[in-house]
Nanobody
């Protein structure tokens, strides 16, 4: 059965860093594109970053570009999101999601239609 389990969230001061992990089971990360999304209190899901199945192509929302880095370790079947220079507006529950496709969908960042599985989320709090 497909399962995604996020971890690594917590409390961090503005300007600090966290690395989120998404442990996948039931499928190989190497076969599918993956995304990170987040949801702040009272707001909808916001797409954050994506990586194609081969790991050679990545995309980022403008709000996190230059600060966040998506990566994967196929041997561990784990997806990561390194978050640096964190801002209060980055505070949210972060989810990893499995794409139905190996490549980026034309609607990436605009629709959740490409995702067939989500993790339970891990909370990131940015506060002094």
């Amino acid at each position: 059965e497909v399962q995604l389990v996020e971890s690594g969230g917590g409390l961090v001061q503005p300007g600090g860093s966290l690395r989120l992990s998404c442990a996948a089971s039931g499928f190989a990360l190497s076969n599918y594109a993956m995304s990170w999304l987040r949801q702040a209190p009272g707001k909808g899901l916001e797409w954050v970053s994506a990586m194609d199945s081969g790991g050679g192509s990545t995309k980022y929302a403008d709000s996190v570009k230059g600060r966040f880095t998506i990566s994967r370790d196929n041997a561990k079947n784990t997806l990561y999101l390194q978050m640096n220079s964190l801002k209060p507006e980055d505070a949210a529950v972060y989810f990893c999601a499995k794409s139905r496709l190996a490549v980026f969908a034309p609607w990436l960042g605009r629709s959740n239609d490409e995702y067939d599985y989500w993790g339970q989320g891990t909370q990131v709090t940015v506060s002094a």
